[in-house]
């Protein structure tokens, strides 16, 4: 079955920028879908389709796949995007098709 | 607004049996593919099972055979009948909306979760 790896962990300093990553296999020919959850709380859609943000969702939050990566990208962090980061792909391929990342957390120092 | 609001976690011994229930608002349960993803204590997230607009039901290996999704239409709401529970069924159960779209699928909204707990 398909495997998305995440680093565990990935810290940065108020107002710079973050960037979480999404491995996996040709992930660039799959559509990369991405969920924010905070400590108690259920996820939150931030990203869906590589890069399109719902409603709500502010610009700082972007999203780019290629390859076998598949970015998050967080600018001008705020101590409230500290959480839990999940990538997810459907791989129709397989008999598994949901597919998670492991997640990662997101430090804001 | 369109809202999911899980009920019916709970404690519960090795092999007993649970109902989780999500009621909709906003949107119509039978017009949409709904899933149940769950987390354990400290982990990631994991697809339980989806129902399809049309009726069909899949499910995790590791729940099929043991688990049934289903919906009332009249009340807008989605089921997880879980039964021969086990310890490693332990988890935070969701309900979501699964967005079925040109050959990819994400889930939004989600609900708030509730707390399923298998221990003696």
């Known amino acids: 079955s398909y495997v998305l790896t995440q680093p565990p962990s990935v810290s940065v300093a108020p107002g710079k920028t973050a960037r979480i990553t999404c491995g996996g296999n040709?992930?660039?020919?799959?559509?990369v879908h991405w969920y924010q959850q905070k400590p108690g709380q259920a996820p939150v859609l931030v990203i869906y389709?590589?890069?399109d943000r719902p409603s709500g969702i502010p610009e700082r939050f972007s999203g780019s796949n290629s390859g076998n990566t598949a970015t998050l990208t967080i600018s001008r962090v705020e101590a409230g995007d500290e959480a839990d980061y999940y990538c997810?792909?459907?791989?129709?391929?397989?008999?598994?098709?949901?597919?998670f990342g492991g997640g990662t957390k997101l430090t804001v120092l | 607004e369109v809202q999911l609001v899980e009920s019916g976690g709970g404690l519960v011994q090795p092999g007993g049996s649970l109902r989780l229930s999500c009621a909709a608002s906003?949107?119509?349960?039978?017009?949409?593919?709904m899933s149940w993803v769950r987390q354990a204590p400290g982990k990631g997230l994991e697809w339980v099972s989806v129902?399809?607009?049309?009726?069909?039901?899949y499910y995790a290996d590791s729940v099929k055979g043991r688990f049934t999704i289903s919906r009332d239409n009249s009340k807008n709401t989605l089921y997880l009948q879980m039964n021969s529970l086990r310890a490693e069924d332990t988890a935070v159960y969701y309900c979501?909306?699964?967005?079925?779209?040109?050959?990819?699928?994400?889930?939004?909204?989600w609900g708030q979760g509730t707390l399923v707990t298998v221990s003696s």
């Open positions: 979501a909306r699964d967005q079925a779209v040109a050959g990819t699928r994400w889930f939004d909204p």
């Open positions: 906003g949107f119509t349960v039978s017009s949409n593919y």
């Open positions: 129902i399809y607009s049309g009726g069909s039901t």
């Open positions: 040709n992930i660039g020919s799959k559509s």
């Open positions: 389709y590589d890069s």
């Open positions: 997810q792909v459907w791989d129709s391929s397989s008999d598994h098709p949901v597919v």
